[in-house]
């Protein structure tokens, strides 16, 4: 079994590598690039949720 890592980045998403199934607020999975880490916002700035899309640079988001 393949290991999945959440790693947060200082001042940034979280990045998740592995292979994992991430679904919506229905429970329906959602397209996710396989073989790539993604990065998930944590700063709530994104226009692109759950996804990381920038924003927390120009948010000044700190954590
Ligand atoms: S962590 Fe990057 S946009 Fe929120």
């Known amino acids: ?12 998403p979280l990045l998740v590598k592995g292979p994992i199934q991430l679904l919506d607020a229905q429970g329906k999975p959602m397209t996710v690039p396989q073989g790539q880490p993604i990065a998930l916002c944590r700063c709530g700035h994104s226009a692109n949720k759950p996804f990381c899309d920038g924003s927390h640079q120009k948010a000044g988001f700190q954590g």
Request: hydrophobic residues 40%.
């Open 1 to 12: 079994m393949a290991e999945v890592t959440v790693q947060p980045l200082k001042n940034g």
